[in-house]
């Protein structure tokens, strides 16, 4: 059996090993993929903090803010892109806050997202936009305004907490956009 071989088999067997509820387990098939993963694993490592409790959730959480891997990037972007439960995203929203991990490019996506969810979903995207360092490309920005504007527009109900944390995320907005005549969030019609 090739080396390669070996890797991808013993890559599956520490992900069947994630789906147990013994924390030992878990905590092994964590140590290989911090070691030998790859970022194609991570799906099976999101999908493991579902109906898990909150031990291993917290192992889980813990080890997505490690990760270092920018090719792990687009792996959390399209795990929150598609996940419909609010909870597992608000963890993985934690752990990507948590992380050293660049997520500059897709600040219109968190803005997106922030508009999307509750308020405690904003809150978290908001402490991932803060995490930014930017600068920004206009073009992001002007989209995270755009999605801005709209969620304005549409006039969701919403509490006033939210209201808040949308607020502050439409003035970090404005701030990355010094220079860039788009007022687009001060109309108040």
Known sequence: MSTAKKS????????????????SSVTEAL???????????????????KGSDRAKQ????????????????PEFIDFLGTETDAEIRKLVL???WNSK?????????????ASQ?????????LTVLENMSGPFEEAQ???AQLLLKEYLEEKAPQTDQKAQIMSEIAWF??????GIDADLLLDDE
């Open 31 to 49: 140590n290989f993929l911090r070691e030998k993963g790859k970022a194609h694993y991570l799906k099976s490592v999101f999908e493991s903090l």
């Open 141 to 143: 920005l002007l989209e």
């Open 94 to 96: 934690s752990a990507i």
């Open 173 to 178: 907005v404005k701030e990355q956009n010094e």
């Open 58 to 73: 917290q192992l889980i959480i813990g080890f997505l803010s490690d990760i270092l891997d920018s090719d792990a990037v």
């Open 8 to 23: 991808d088999a013993k890559g599956l067997e520490m992900l069947q090993k994630l789906t147990l509820q013994d924390l």
């Open 101 to 113: 991990l660049g997520f500059d490019e897709h600040l219109p996506f968190f803005v997106m997202l």
């Open 117 to 125: 969810g509750d308020y405690l979903e904003a809150l978290d995207c």
